[in-house]
């Protein structure tokens, strides 16, 4: 791996816990309903991370009328969904921080959500900057996401690499010839980190 000069960490799943179920298993108590309602909501939520949930909540609302309460309460009840930080994570990003790379959080997010759920980062401080999708109008794995995201912060491609856990994220950023770290597990990241020469063994 050629050392870089950015690193970029997504944030859901790679540093941050978020399950819509810890919230929709208490609100919808039919699992075959509940089932059936995440099938619907994981796409709108993922088209979502565009724009604003709280904006688009009463549209989502008259076209779902069966789901209208579940629609109109999300945004509101979202701090529900999100889980423990990967203290892991959080101490490889306020490593590398601190051996003075450039870090920057680049992250699917609905813009209005990520305001709620910047209580819970307790890993921002370690951040120069964050890249949000909701704030930009693009997700990942869209190249423009990335091609965007590298002339708002002037760095190149060959100066990065990219964290995240999503697979489609990964390959999407390496065929723009930014080095990549498929991440399954905070320990598999730590070798790999250390493997790539990106840090020192701790």
Known sequence: MKKPRVILFDLGAVLLHWDPAFLFD????????RAKFLALFHPLNA?????????AAPRLAKEY????????????????TLGKV???TAEILRRCKEAGYTTYAASNWASDLFET???RMTFLPY???V???GRVGLIKPDPAFFETMMKQFDFKAEEALFIDDNENNVLAARALGIETIHF?????????IIAGGVLPSW
């Open 47 to 55: 088209e979502l991370d565009k724009s604003s949930w709280k904006d």
């Open 184 to 192: 399954k597990s905070e320990e598999q990241l730590k070798d790999d």
């Open 86 to 88: 990967y203290e892991g």
């Open 117 to 119: 759920a910047k209580a």
């Open 65 to 80: 009328p069966a789901y209208a309460e579940h629609f109109l309460t999300y945004p509101d009840l979202f701090p529900q």
């Open 131 to 133: 890249f949000v999708s």
């Open 127 to 129: 951040f120069d900057d």
């Open 26 to 33: 208490k609100t919808i108590a039919d699992p075959e309903e």
